[in-house]
């Protein structure tokens, strides 16, 4: 080499976030899930349905070898869990929560690290004690999620925009005749 060859240097810079804990990807504001849930040993198909902008949520549970049973949930807290059979069953249960926000896991959760669950690399997530949700690396879609109290659900199908009709969401009028259950929770205000 003489004096006069030049040396050329690429530098390359590598730059990492000061906190790379990923964030939760809050849900579409409405979709449809297909889940597999177990509840203390027993299993159930549960097709759900998400609707945010109506404040709404339907799940729809065919038990193995059993009934099947509907759970709408609405915002100000009242759930109606019957069929549509002609036992004609119906409880009405009120809760503190109504249905979860799309954002529901970016406040108070706390980012557990990252695991392999049903052949998916997810990110997990716990929120106060009571739920455990994983969520696909790739996509972030929810693959899974578990509660407190041992009931989970693998996801096995989630498509976003997907709606149900609004005549769908109606529990049915045996749940508002006097005399029907109205079991947990408050009362109505």
């Not at 036992?87 to 690290?113: I, M, N, Q, R, S």
């Not at 949700?133 to 509660?147: H, I, L, Q």
């Not at 009709?165 to 109606?170: I, V």
Request: with cysteine; aromatic share 18%.
């Amino acid at each position: 080499m003489t004096p006069a060859t030049k040396h050329r240097f690429i530098l390359i810079v590598f730059v990492f976030p000061a906190d790379s804990t990923p964030t939760p990807t809050p849900w579409p504001p409405q979709f449809y899930s297909l889940l597999y849930r177990t509840v203390n040993g027993s299993i159930r198909i549960v097709d759900v349905w998400y609707d945010w902008p109506k404040r709404r949520m339907i799940n729809v549970m065919q038990y193995q070898l059993g009934k099947l049973l509907y759970d709408v949930e609405w915002n100000n807290g009242t759930s109606f869990y019957f069929t549509l059979d002609s036992t004609k069953e119906c409880e009405t249960k009120y809760f503190e929560v109504g249905v979860l926000p799309p954002d529901w896991l970016l406040h108070g959760a706390h980012y557990l690290g990252q695991e392999k669950v049903d052949g998916f690399l997810c990110n997990v997530w716990e929120k106060v004690d009571f739920i455990w949700y994983y969520e696909d690396v790739v996509t972030k879609r929810p693959v899974y999620w578990r509660f407190y109290d041992g009931i989970s659900s693998h996801v096995l199908k989630f498509e976003e925009g997907v709606v149900l009709e609004d005549e769908k969401w109606q529990a049915p009028v045996y749940c508002f005749q006097k005399g029907s259950d109205r079991k947990a929770g408050r009362q109505p205000s």
